[in-house]
């Protein structure tokens, strides 16, 4: 089946400027998971949601990020008046979503933010 | 809070040598325990992980890890590395809270494979 996609996979924007990433998640997937990879700090959690709600915002940086998820399954992030400092992959990942256990995480293929 | 080391940030490793690499993590109860590789434009995909039982796990493409409890350690090992191992492997430790799986990764090392 389908994995898990993001759009745009490439995104150049100038400081200042808004943007939005999107995730669909694998279908059935009731976690959404938001990472970001950038050049010295490997891989850091954004946010995570189950179904539309986000129990655990902790790793949002900065009240420039906010993401949210309609009907269960799309995830937009959206960064507001974007900084160079956000150039990052953004990376989304899902899972079946099960309490109690652990349940793998697959992830996308990444959007690459530039931020001029 | 639980954290991940990676010392090596580069390797280099000719084609049919076997391959070691390090992970060391923090955590302060019993670990679950993931080894991912990124190859270049892709995302991160599984190799293996740990819960719990025996303490090897083998993974896909032939990779294997080790959890060494007493050194707080999850090395990554393969006994003969191919070209198409080129890429970026990432060591992570996971903390499970309700439905969250959550994952902390390490910065990551870079396997460069010589004919």
């Known amino acids: 089946g389908a994995g898990v996609s993001q759009s745009p996979s490439n995104k150049v924007t100038e400081k200042g400027k808004d943007v939005e990433l999107r995730c669909d998640p694998i279908s059935g997937h009731t976690a959404l998971y938001w990472y970001r990879q950038s050049l010295g700090q490997g891989l850091e959690f954004l946010i995570y949601?189950?179904?539309?709600?986000?129990?655990?915002k902790s790793g949002l940086p900065s009240d420039r990020f906010s993401a949210e998820r309609t009907g269960g399954s799309v995830s937009t992030l959206t960064i507001q008046r974007t900084q160079q400092e956000d150039s990052a992959v953004y990376l989304c990942?899902?899972?079946?979503?099960?309490?109690?256990?652990?349940?793998?995480?697959?992830f996308g293929p990444g959007t690459r933010l530039t931020v001029l | 809070a639980q954290s991940v080391t990676q010392p090596d940030i580069h390797i280099t490793v000719s084609e049919g040598a076997s391959l070691e690499l390090r992970c060391n993590y923090s955590y302060g109860a019993t670990p679950y325990l993931f080894w991912y590789v990124q190859s270049p434009g892709q995302g991160l995909q599984l190799l293996l992980k740990?819960?719990?039982?025996?303490?090897l796990v083998q993974g896909i493409k032939g990779f294997e890890a080790e959890f060494k409890r007493s050194q707080s350690s999850f090395n990554l090992r393969k006994p003969s590395v191919h070209w198409s191992d080129a890429a970026e492997y990432f060591c992570a430790v996971g903390a499970k809270g309700g439905t969250a799986s959550k994952l902390t990764f390490g910065t990551g090392t870079r396997l460069q494979v010589t004919l």
């Open positions: 990942a899902s899972s079946l979503g099960l309490a109690g256990l652990w349940d793998t995480q697959y």
């Open positions: 949601f189950q179904g539309n709600s986000a129990p655990d």
């Open positions: 740990y819960f719990s039982g025996d303490t």
